[in-house]
């Protein structure tokens, strides 16, 4: 049945830094999603890719209702005259982005809201090439909601008259993601690996993977939970309590953590310490240039750990800093000259792969590290804290009032303070939000929150209790409180 949708009154969906997302039955409803969808279909068929098809890839996680929403979507698409392929079963991410591409889709629509608390849900745009949609894609199907009738083609008339085709995508990635890696090291190896999904779409995945090879694998928190266990699926140290406990009980020799949809990485040593992002994305860099020989452009966010400049630095990498989101990263990925596209949240892309943040293929290539070096990761994050210097960070998040974010963050770009701490503060960013960098190579950056009701605080210094230092003085330069 068309849905009827009443204009007056009804909030307009708003995308932010990856793609629309809502809280459940309050902004983020059947509705709303109609109304996106319709405006997708608009633009694609007015602005289709160069050598793309009519049609669309959408795929959904294991939230709640992300199946429906996700029928929902194909079937306004294939109201429009597209065809759809669409996800069976709740599907990683990179899985539909690698679809997208590969299909020759004029884009594609993921039904996540990734890290976000189990009340959201939301809508991910990919575009033709693989990777998430830019600012320009955002705003005009923004500008087009509402602009024509929703056009909604029923779903089993769509599948039978073949509008929409039901395929498993994960096949195919699974096959890409082996391909990325030297397998064959990986396979030949004892490793023991464990894997928390999270509760998220991540589930089985390792253990298909490495389903034949000598590695054993140990998954946790693999089964389906909407409300992802009572924590936030996303890949940081304060979520991992109980995979922590459980790895001291049963030593592993590494943990991967992959979030709600897949598409970005954390992790444990194996013996319950927690890995951050930085960390992991150090290993993985050190990892290209000093074992794989490999060179090339390096894109980061300008959150991301500073000890990623000495790294670049150190093997004659060129290194680029861009703004907070992958929507910044997936063009560049397109430029065969860059490496590696890497996040202070857990994403990571790499050449040669699909221009999109892939927390499967982050956990494969962490294996071939361990395979080639055969050391402990505690010894490899050893090996870099001594060659450059200790690197400690830490963030967290302030809840201000609606819509008072841009004004905070122009405030302090006006007022900066003199000192962090006890060191002058020498530079002033505003790529994105504000960032302070002391003398002494300690940084402090604030920023409103792009998918979430929350302004960020991000520290980096030399010691753990510097860090602690410097969020405090963020939180008193917002004038709030942490939530």
């Keep these: 049945m068309v849905l009827e949708i009443l204009k007056q009154g009804m909030h307009k969906p708003h995308f932010g830094t990856d793609g629309w997302r809502g809280v459940i039955a309050g902004e983020f409803t059947f509705a709303n999603v109609a109304r996106v969808a319709q405006a997708t279909a608009d633009h694609w068929l007015a602005r289709p890719g160069a050598d793309t098809r009519k049609l669309g890839v959408v795929g959904y996680d294991r939230r709640f209702l992300s199946e429906e929403f996700a029928r929902l979507t194909a079937e306004v698409l294939a109201g429009n005259g597209l065809r759809v392929i669409l996800t069976p079963v709740p599907t990683p991410t990179p899985a539909v982005s690698l679809a997208v591409r590969d299909q020759?889709?004029?884009?594609?629509?993921?039904?996540?809201?990734?890290?976000?608390?189990?009340?959201?849900?939301?809508?991910?745009?990919?575009?033709?090439?693989?990777?998430?949609?830019?600012?320009?894609?955002?705003?005009?199907?923004?500008?087009?909601i509402d602009a024509h009738p929703i056009r909604q083609l029923p779903f089993d008339e769509a599948v039978r008259s073949q509008r929409i085709i039901v395929r498993d995508l994960m096949p195919a990635h699974f096959a890409a993601v082996r391909r990325l890696v030297d397998f064959k090291a990986i396979a030949g190896t004892k490793l023991r690996v464990a894997h928390d999904p999270m509760f998220g779409v991540g589930a089985g995945c390792f253990d298909t993977l490495l389903a034949g090879t000598r590695c054993r694998v140990s998954t946790f928190r693999g089964e389906a939970d909407p409300l992802f266990g009572g924590v936030n699926p996303e890949p940081i140290p304060r979520n991992y309590g109980t995979t922590s406990s459980w790895l001291r009980r049963n030593p592993q020799d590494i943990c991967l953590v992959t979030d709600g949809d897949a598409d970005r990485i954390g992790g444990l040593d194996g013996r319950g310490n927690p890995l951050t992002a930085h960390q992991i994305i150090c290993l993985l860099i050190e990892h290209f240039?000093?074992?794989?020989?490999?060179?090339?452009?390096?894109?980061?966010?300008?959150?991301?750990?500073?000890?990623?400049?000495?790294?670049?630095?150190?093997?004659?990498?060129?290194?680029?800093?861009?703004?907070?989101?992958?929507?910044?990263?997936?063009?560049?990925?397109?430029?065969p000259a860059v490496l590696l596209g890497v996040e202070e949240s857990g994403s990571i892309g790499y050449r040669g792969h699909v221009?999109?943040?892939?927390?499967?293929?982050?956990?494969?290539?962490?294996?071939e590290l361990l395979a080639t070096r055969g050391r402990s990761v505690g010894q490899l994050l050893g090996e870099l804290t001594r060659r450059y210097g200790p690197h400690h960070y830490d963030r967290t998040g302030l809840q201000?009032?609606?819509?008072?974010?841009?004004?905070?963050?122009?405030?302090?770009?006006?007022?900066?303070?003199?000192?962090?701490?006890?060191?002058?503060?020498?530079?002033?960013?505003?790529?994105d939000g504000v960032k302070f960098i002391a003398r002494d190579g300690s940084w402090l950056m604030l920023r409103g929150s792009g998918t979430e009701p929350l302004f960020r605080v991000y520290a980096e210094a030399s010691s753990p209790e510097r860090v602690q230092q410097l969020l405090a003085q963020g939180r008193r330069l917002v004038g709030v409180v942490s939530v």
């Design 400 to 431: 201000v009032p609606v819509g008072s974010a841009r004004e905070i963050e122009q405030r302090l770009a006006e007022n900066p303070p003199t000192r962090l701490s006890r060191s002058p503060v020498t530079q002033v960013v505003t790529l």
């Design 289 to 335: 240039a000093a074992n794989r020989g490999e060179r090339g452009r390096v894109v980061k966010s300008i959150n991301t750990t500073s000890m990623v400049d000495a790294l670049c630095a150190a093997h004659g990498l060129p290194l680029q800093e861009v703004g907070i989101g992958f929507k910044y990263i997936a063009p560049e990925l397109l430029d």
């Design 355 to 367: 221009p999109e943040r892939d927390g499967i293929a982050s956990g494969l290539w962490l294996l």
């Design 104 to 144: 020759g889709a004029v884009g594609g629509v993921m039904i996540t809201a990734s890290h976000n608390p189990a009340r959201f849900n939301g809508y991910k745009l990919k575009a033709s090439f693989g990777g998430s949609a830019d600012t320009g894609t955002s705003s005009a199907i923004e500008a087009l």
